[in-house]
């Protein structure tokens, strides 16, 4: 499906599913409906599975929109205590829109109670209290993190029932957002995006796209090999992706201490309520010092399209301001940019709550894989050697435009390898897409 079908489907006013594969344009339709709705006097709300992904798309997480915060479940004490917070109640109410992007990092019983919290307050009981929604994401990308503290659903009720408190959602077991029984009943229309934007290589496109369909072999194999180096001879300035944040510390840590020069530390200044702060800092791109020398290899964190870079611009510091002492930096197409510092901040009726204050900037040697998703890069250095997770390593190779920007240090069998139900649930997104452009032709 087109970018502009899919828009025609989203102006009808009807749920959808918005999928497709890694630069496939799903942000940029999200953000031309966003910006379809406010011509109209329509504020979307606008929200993503984890802060990171807020910050991509300039909202913020679901679970500070509906309120439901860290919570693995939700009691009829914990839904009256929400519905009665002033601020929570007046954002459900006034919402037509709620866009949930990254969707497939969301756990099903947190899209339940995202739901079940929409429909007390809106005191409506249709789906999200009537509420349009849209999911975005692709359960091909990296899943929901189950922590530790997650436990089955026998677990959870035997908590409850100690407590003496009655869980309002109990999901089957199912690991991910389409298993939750909220997203069956929105039952979204699936709007299957099938251009590319990303990737201009088609070879490259053609290895990616095998991953996806579980049809890797020999020969897509061989064109991987073709791009295995030693870390010798790895570009210095290319990022580095790693499946582990000790080897993406380790590397910046070292790298920098490699520079002569002076160092210079900048600190980020906070303000607000010390656990949104919290949260603000953990899914902040920019650390909380950040120690910079020229000749350093730096990412952009944030979109600044009107200064010229966007999350994942790369650059190198290229000296530091005489008055101001800002860093100026050099992206990779010579322009030289001053950076100002800039703010992750969480609203809420308008009121700031929280704020953090740092310079859009963090060392760019090396990332993790999850940090990257999201981003498009030139080019990076991999190393796919310790890939843990379906998705993993399809994430990391789907950030790259072309074979010559790929550098492979290695990688072990999982990192060609994706989820097998989630293989089996594409089929019948791609189906049910092509259903819904036969229903919509001639819209």
């Excluded at 679970?63 to 009665?84: E, P, V």
């Excluded at 037509?96 to 497939?104: A, N, P, R, T």
Aim: net charge positive.
């Amino acid at each position: 499906m087109t970018q502009e079908k899919a828009l025609l489907i989203l102006k009808t006013g009807a749920n959808v599913f918005l999928t497709g594969e890694p630069g496939s344009g799903k942000t940029h339709t999200i953000n031309e409906y966003a910006a379809y709705l406010r011509d109209r006097g329509i504020e979307p709300a606008v929200t993503a599975s984890t802060g990171i992904a807020a910050t991509h798309i300039g909202g913020m997480t679901i679970h500070s929109w509906s309120g439901i915060g860290i919570k693995k479940k939700l009691t009829k004490y914990d839904l009256n205590k929400i519905a009665k917070s002033g601020y929570i109640t007046k954002r459900v109410r006034r919402a037509k829109v709620l866009i949930i992007d990254e969707v497939s990092m969301l756990l099903p019983e947190t899209l339940s109670m995202v739901d079940a919290v929409c429909r007390e307050i809106k005191k409506n009981y249709e789906p999200f209290g009537g509420i349009q929604v849209v999911l975005v994401g692709d359960f091909f990308q990296l899943p929901p993190i189950i922590c530790a503290s997650h436990r089955g659903a026998s677990a959870l009720r035997k908590e409850t029932e100690d407590n003496n408190q009655t869980p309002l959602i109990e999901e089957s077991v199912g690991r991910f957002a389409y298993d939750s029984s909220a997203w069956t009943r929105t039952n979204p229309i699936v709007c299957y995006l099938t251009e590319q934007y990303r990737q201009d290589d088609k070879n490259y496109l053609a290895v990616l796209s095998a991953i996806r369909r579980n049809v890797f072999n020999d020969d897509h194999l061989n064109s991987i090999k073709a791009r295995k180096i030693k870390i010798q001879v790895a570009p210095e300035r290319a990022p580095k992706l790693f499946s582990h944040n000790i080897d993406v510390d380790r590397v910046n840590n070292e790298m920098l201490a490699k520079l002569s020069g002076e160092s210079r530390a900048f600190e980020m200044f906070s303000q607000g309520a010390k656990p949104l702060v919290a949260s603000l800092k953990k899914n902040c791109l920019s650390p909380e010092t950040l120690e910079l020398k020229i000749g350093g290899a730096v990412m952009f964190t944030k979109n600044n399209l009107k200064e010229g870079f966007v999350n994942g611009t790369l650059g190198v510091v290229d000296g530091f301001d005489k008055n101001g002492g800002q860093p100026i930096i050099k992206t990779r197409n010579g322009r030289r940019i001053k950076v100002l510092p800039m703010e992750w901040k969480m609203e809420e009726n308008g009121k700031i709550r929280a704020r953090i204050t740092q310079l859009p900037l963090r060392l760019a040697w090396a990332i993790t894989v999850h940090k990257s998703q999201g981003m498009s890069l030139d080019e990076a250095v991999m190393d796919l050697s310790d890939v843990f997770e379906f998705g993993q390593g399809y994430v990391a190779l789907s950030r790259v435009r072309r074979f010559s920007g790929l550098h492979l240090l290695g990688w072990n069998e999982r990192a060609f390898q994706v989820d097998p139900e989630v293989l089996a649930k594409d089929e019948s997104f791609r189906q049910a897409s092509s259903d819904a452009e036969t229903m919509f032709r001639g819209s």
